[in-house]
T-cell receptor, first 109, second 115 residues
């Protein structure tokens, strides 16, 4: 079957670094996307990897290893506003997304 | 560019009633997707359109659900004979038709509560 696994919750203090791992088992893989969602809000695109390696976008970076069916999102210099749910999602060639269950990131002072 | 717009934002309905949601994608975005999200879960794919053509429907989309995009612009999602299990956030997203490498932009969603 198709599935994505990511931790359910991560807690860290302001200024820290957090890594959210994602493993996937799916067909029709085109790339791995990461989305952020605040309570009551829309999912917001953060990063995308189609090829192996690291993509850096400001404080957020994402990594992909296609051979290991594994990726991670790295959040650096954590801020209180980063408290949200983070989803990894496998993207197919039509842009359709299959999401994991999400990781709740709690940032404490 | 006003982003993806969804209406209504909230809908409370009695079991057995029909409901219809509307999604206005970002202009000139050819692809439009519908997802459903329940509390504590990630969005689940329901269906998507390339212009006015509905290209794929998830098995989650029972025969009580129907989606249309008649002119390749806005889309509607109708649920007939609603059930309590239909209570969820219904999300719409759009993207340009440039293969799988472009990001999808999500609307704020319509939260449906079936009582």
């Amino acid at each position: 079957g198709q599935s994505l696994e990511q931790p359910s919750e991560v807690t860290a203090v302001e200024g820290a670094i957090v890594q959210i791992n994602c493993t996937y088992q799916t067909s029709g893989f085109y790339g791995l996307s990461w989305y952020q969602q605040h309570d009551g809000g829309a999912p917001t695109f953060l990063s995308y990897n189609a090829l192996d390696g690291l993509e850096e976008t400001g404080r957020f970076s994402s990594f992909l290893s296609r051979s290991d069916s594994y990726g991670y999102l790295l959040l650096q210099e954590l801020q209180m506003k980063d408290s949200a749910s983070y989803f990894c999602a496998v993207r197919d060639s039509w842009g359709k997304l299959q999401f994991g269950a999400g990781t709740q990131v709690v940032v404490t002072p | 560019d006003t982003g993806v717009s969804q209406n209504p934002r909230h809908k409370i309905t009695k079991r057995g009633q029909n409901v219809t949601f509307r999604c206005d994608p970002i202009s000139e975005h050819n692809r439009l997707y519908w997802y459903r999200q329940t509390l504590g879960q990630g969005p689940e794919f329901l269906t998507y359109f390339q212009n006015e053509a509905q290209l794929e429907k998830s098995r989650l989309l029972s025969d009580r659900f129907s989606a249309e995009r008649p002119k390749g612009s806005f889309s509607t999602l109708e649920i007939q004979r609603t059930e309590q299990g239909d209570s969820a956030m219904y999300l719409c997203a759009s993207s340009p038709a440039r293969g799988g490498e472009t990001e999808a932009f999500f609307g704020q969603g319509t939260r449906l509560t079936v009582v």
